[in-house]
Nanobody, 113 residues
Framework: QVQLIESGGGLVQAGGSLRLSCAASGIISDRNVMAWYRQAPGRTRDFVALMNPGGKTNYAKSVKGRFAISRDNAKNTMYLQMNSLKPEDTAVYYC???????WGQGTQVTVSS
């Protein structure tokens, strides 16, 4: 059974930083394309960042240069380091295995101005 469990969300002031974690079980994260998405209230779920098995990354234009995706293969965990946060980054953040129906439950990130 595949499980993805996000953590690390919270309330932060604009300009601050957070690091999200996505602990995977039932699947080997470094053998799959792993991705982060986010969904703000009343909006669609949007792509944020991904990492492929070879370590290549891709980012949404809105977060490039501020966010960094990484993984710890020994812990089977993916991370999203978020710096220089803005109020418009407020959303529920989800991790997923790209191309599958596997999603985590989400973690709330709120950035105050």
């Amino acid at each position: 059974q595949v499980q993805l469990i996000e953590s690390g969300g919270g309330l932060v002031q604009a300009g601050g930083s957070l690091r999200l974690s996505c602990a995977a079980s039932g699947i080997i994260s470094d053998r799959n394309v792993m991705a982060w998405y986010r969904q703000a209230p009343g909006r669609t779920r949007d792509f944020v960042a991904l990492m492929n098995p070879g370590g290549k990354t891709n980012y949404a234009k809105s977060v490039k240069g501020r966010f960094a995706i990484s993984r710890d293969n020994a812990k089977n965990t993916m991370y999203l380091q978020m710096n220089s946060l803005k109020p418009e980054d407020t959303a529920v953040y989800y991790c997923s295995v790209s191309g599958t129906a596997y999603w985590g439950q989400g973690t709330q990130v709120t950035v105050s101005s």
